[in-house]
């Protein structure tokens, strides 16, 4: 009760200057001991969050009477608010994204404006047509830029950092989990992956710069680029996929062990696709991390700010009767991918093409990146999602 | 978990048999000399078992018979589960246990520098305490075992070398669950998550996965304990049935139970002493030492 009626004093005071408009947004407050000045436009929706969460928790507390009960609603109540405020964050920034992403993006779409050729048969076929996903951005011919290139190079940035980085990762768990003895060495390790995952970025950057591209491309180059975002993402999935099969209770491997099964491969058909969940889940946190990773990106990996060609790595592939026998001109090209092509294109001067201006542009881009990496939690949600139905009977 | 939480809570009567229970009593050898038909299947030969500077095990020498039931029983910490991790070598994975003596199969050293584990294991098989079949489907429980040692290829790389065992697998499990009493109950649902299945049919499913490996001798360690009355009479039927064509060695702390389902049982004491083994009707009826006598008519223990 002692705490509820001040508040509400406060709020009645709070409410009352509102509504009477004794401070509204023309105010300004300058206190004398100051030279601060505190304007009414930033003042009032300050005051009424603080008043909203006062509020909130003492009516929590006086509608379940006060005692112990109305504690807990009030921790209830102010809790409920605070997650509340969070969700209402996250919803206007992807509101604000949107909108202003969205009329870039659909610029020129039409549904059945495209043509699709049936391969072999060669009828077209009316299809969707969305420029702003399927040009190039750069180019003499392309009339609506678009950010082709800069997807593609996403989505192979982050491919080859997952395809190597998984299976180094679950490796080097299983070695520490399952095979070295627990001791000075396997803190060490651990202390070294902890320290790894919160090294920034663009040091993992300069590393890349400084001791791949010369050995590996002599430039800018997306192998360079999988392989810096590779490495930062290695530490997270080592480290989740250890707590993953450290959770796989030992039963398991008795059970294993009593049938005759060598410990290896109790190791590949008991342990691991235990663990398969959880090193998913460290997977999808870490792609989440990369595909939005800038920094590094600009050092080991960017080209040309508006690229009018697409990296071309599945037909690029060339044997070679030396050493390393098989090269891939394009893995060795530097090209673009979304973050990247955002920061270059906000920060460049003049947008090359009279539709876009630089913004508009690069709001267009943000929304696409946001589309992409909601779209790779997806695929690693539901790849989590199956191996779960598959551990336990739901 | 629950190991030690028996080991835990057991601690009190485990004093209580030090104290009142006569410790002075000398072990006499003719208690421990069971005369059977035929060989031993196991023989375990002064068997002594350290964990760490903790003895766990006096030496024990003990024979089993095959294709009968051997009952160990004895309070809590008497080093039974000790004993019986012994005859496959499971306390090899325990890194403080040492072991020390012999313990052969069919007249073969089990404890030998040249044997291998996998085909030891192969031949005896083991069902926990606590029902622990795999997170997988109730079919792959069983196939696993023969599967792993290469008596089965399925899937899609041996269907498309053409060394496909489909029908040999469905057989294999059919068998298996049948053997351990349990087809009837899940036959129409072999693709279910083993996970999804009741306490005392998750049991019989791992008993079921053991002799899917067609094993010589199953050992059991408290099979029924974690299980309802209906359930344990179900794994008790089973136990006797088994007995017809293995050797069982069953680990139990329920002495009803041994004289119901055992040939012979074994009575450890504290301090891990063998003290008596005979046939389960003299020792239950007719014990020779004063201890075991105790023991068994709930003097402590
Ligand atoms: N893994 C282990 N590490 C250390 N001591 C153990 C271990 N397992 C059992 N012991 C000890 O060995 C003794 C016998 O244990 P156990 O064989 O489990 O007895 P029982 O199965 O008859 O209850 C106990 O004193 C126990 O504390
Ligand atoms: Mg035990």
Redesign the pocket.
């Known amino acids: 009760m002692g705490s509820t009626i001040p508040v509400a004093a406060i709020l009645l005071l709070l409410g009352g200057f509102i509504v009477t408009g004794g401070i509204g947004a023309g105010w300004t407050w300058s206190p004398a001991w100051s030279s601060a000045e505190f304007p009414g436009s930033e003042l009032v929706p300050i005051l009424v969050v603080f008043g909203t969460l006062l509020g909130a928790w003492s009516a929590g507390k006086a509608k379940e009477g006060f005692g112990a009960e109305g504690r807990q609603a009030g921790a209830y109540y102010l809790i409920g608010s605070v997650v509340f405020a969070m969700l209402a964050v996250l919803a206007l920034l992807i509101a604000f994204i949107v909108t202003n992403g969205l009329q870039t993006m659909l610029t020129g779409t039409s549904l059945f404006g495209g043509q699709f050729t049936v391969p072999f048969v060669g009828v077209g076929l009316p299809w969707p047509e969305f420029p702003f996903l399927m040009n190039q951005t750069g180019g003499l011919y392309v009339e609506i830029p678009g950010v082709l290139p800069a997807v593609i190079g996403t989505l192979w940035l982050v491919f080859g950092a997952v395809s190597f980085t998984v299976p180094l990762g679950i490796g080097a768990a299983v070695f520490l989990t399952e095979y070295a003895e627990r001791g000075r060495f396997t803190q060490v390790v651990e202390i070294a992956t902890n320290g790894l995952w919160s090294t920034p970025s663009i040091v993992f950057g300069l590393f890349g710069l400084a001791f791949l591209v010369p050995r590996i491309s002599g430039g800018n180059s997306i192998v360079v680029g999988q392989l810096v975002l590779g490495f930062m993402l290695l530490p997270l999935v080592l480290i989740t996929s250890r707590e993953a099969i450290l959770a796989v209770p030992d039963a398991h491997r008795d059970a294993s062990a009593a049938l005759g099964v060598t410990k290896w491969q109790t190791i590949r058909s008991v342990v691991l696709p235990a663990a398969m969940p959880g090193t998913i889940t460290g997977v999808i946190l870490g792609v989440g991390r990369i595909a939005g990773e800038t920094a590094p990106l600009l050092l080991v990996f960017g080209g040309s700010p508006y690229p009018s060609n697409t990296p071309n790595v599945l037909t690029s592939f060339t044997l070679t009767a030396q050493p390393p026998f098989v090269t891939n001109e394009a893995l060795l090209s530097p090209a673009s991918a979304l973050p990247y092509q955002l920061y270059s294109t906000i920060t460049a001067g003049v947008f090359p093409k009279e539709i876009f201006t630089n913004t508009e542009f690069g709001w267009g881009t943000a929304l696409v990146l946001l589309l992409v990496v909601v779209g790779l939690y997806a695929i690693g949600v539901g790849s989590r999602l199956y191996f779960r139905r598959k551990l336990h009977h739901e | 978990m629950s ?1 030690t939480e ?2 835990n809570s ?1 601690a009190q009567p485990e004093q209580r048999v030090t104290t009142t229970g006569e410790s002075s009593e000398e072990v006499r050898e003719e208690w421990t000399d069971y005369e059977f038909a035929g060989d031993a299947k196991i023989a375990a030969e002064d068997l002594d ?1 350290y ?2 500077e ?1 003895k ?2 006096q030496s024990v020498s003990l024979d089993v018979p095959d294709e009968s039931v051997t009952a160990l029983i ?12 012994c005859l496959n070598r499971m306390n090899d994975r ?1 890194k ?2 040492s072991v020390d003596g012999s313990v052969t199969l069919d007249g073969e050293e089990i404890y030998s520098d040249g044997v291998n584990l996998v085909e030891l294991r192969k031949r005896v098989g083991m069902v926990f305490q606590e029902p622990n079949p795999f997170p997988k489907s109730i079919k792959d429980n069983i196939s696993y075992g023969p599967r792993k040692h290469g008596d089965l290829d399925t899937g899609l790389l041996a269907r498309l070398l053409g060394r496909d065992d489909t029908d040999e697998e469905h057989e294999l499990v059919e068998r298996a669950l049948r053997r351990a009493a349990l087809w009837e109950e899940v036959n129409d649902r072999l693709d279910d998550n083993a996970l999804g299945l009741s306490g005392g049919q998750q049991q019989r499913l791992c008993i079921a996965r053991c002799l899917a490996v067609d094993p010589d001798v199953i050992l059991m ?2 099979p029924a304990s974690a299980l309802d009355p209906i359930a344990t009479a179900k794994i008790e039927d089973l136990i006797e049935e088994l007995a017809e064509e293995y050797a069982v060695v069953v ?1 139990t ?1 329920n002495m009803q139970q041994a004289a119901r389902i055992s040939d012979q049982t074994a009575v ?1 004491l504290t301090g ?1 002493e063998l003290v008596e083994y005979g046939e389960t009707d003299q020792i239950f009826e007719h014990p020779r030492s004063q201890r075991v006598e105790d023991y068994i008519t709930g003097k402590f223990g």
């Open positions: 190991e028996s080991r057991t078992v964990y760490g903790e766990a095990l004895g309070p809590s910490g008497c080093g039974k589960s000790t004993f019986l991790r325990i403080s246990a360690d408290e680990v702390h450890f891990g």
